[in-house]
């Protein structure tokens, strides 16, 4: 009787921790998510045909500027596998650049600024590469698209001057990217990012006959996420 009283307190418990253990997986297979993101862009810029007004010469072909990003993001997460799961989200990207100084004719020097929103639909994949006690680390990958909206314009002293480049000075494009990163997650509930928004289609900024001004925004930003909110 007793060694029958034993066999079954034995599997009962064992069952019971089967239990929790399938119950603790359960938890983590979906939810919702969000993030906010700070970073830094690299804007590649591409003029064909555009001259300076002071010296009608052409501006130079390919230039590089650095710009200062934020960035928010919503959606849905579920784990195929406790190892592999997919993330479903809208993202917000805001996109300030200093373009620089620029010559205007008959008005002096201004500095001149790209502002441009971009709203996206992402889908990324997580895989899993390291776990240990509270902590795990995630590969991401994934894609994105939507629509990016921006304008350019000038600022000197106080006042701040649109159709920096020509009429209109505001634009809407198509925006599709690539998605990498790699994530810190603490109990699969809080953690932070590093992500890559690598852009596949530039953004034409200006366009006007046969002249035009292109920008492809690479974006890189460390991002604070809470997942099961």
């Excluded at 069952?15 to 603790?24: D, K, P, S, Y």
């Excluded at 579920?78 to 799961?85: A, E, F, R």
């Excluded at 989200?89 to 200093?98: A, E, G, M, S, V």
């Excluded at 109990?187 to 900024?205: A, N, Q």
């Amino acid at each position: 009787m007793r060694k029958f009283l034993l066999t079954f307190l034995t599997f009962f418990s064992f069952c019971f921790a089967e239990l929790r253990v399938v119950e603790q997986t359960k938890e983590i297979f979906s939810g919702f998510f969000g993030g906010v993101s700070i970073g830094v862009g690299a804007n590649a810029l591409t003029f064909n045909n555009i001259y300076t007004p002071t010296t009608k010469k052409l501006l130079e072909r390919n230039q590089s500027f650095a710009s200062f990003v934020l960035s928010a993001k919503l959606g849905w997460y579920h784990y195929i596998i406790p190892t592999i799961g997919l993330r479903y989200y809208y993202n917000l990207d805001l996109n300030l650049t200093p373009f620089g100084e620029f010559n205007m004719p008959q008005k002096g020097t201004y500095d001149a600024y790209g502002f441009s929103t971009a709203h996206t639909l992402n889908v990324d994949t997580m895989i899993q590469v390291f776990q240990e006690n509270r902590l795990s680390i995630d590969a991401i990958a994934g894609m994105g698209m939507g629509a990016i909206v921006g304008e350019t314009y000038a600022k000197q002293g106080d006042l701040i001057y649109k159709s920096l480049l020509g009429d209109p000075s505001s634009y809407l494009n198509f925006d599709f990217r690539f998605n990498l990163g790699v994530r810190a997650m603490v109990d699969r509930r809080y953690g932070v990012e590093f992500m890559m928004r690598l852009p596949v289609v530039p953004t034409t900024i200006y366009k006007e006959g046969n002249s035009n001004a292109k920008q492809a925004p690479f974006y890189f930003t460390l991002d604070f996420i809470a997942e099961r909110f």
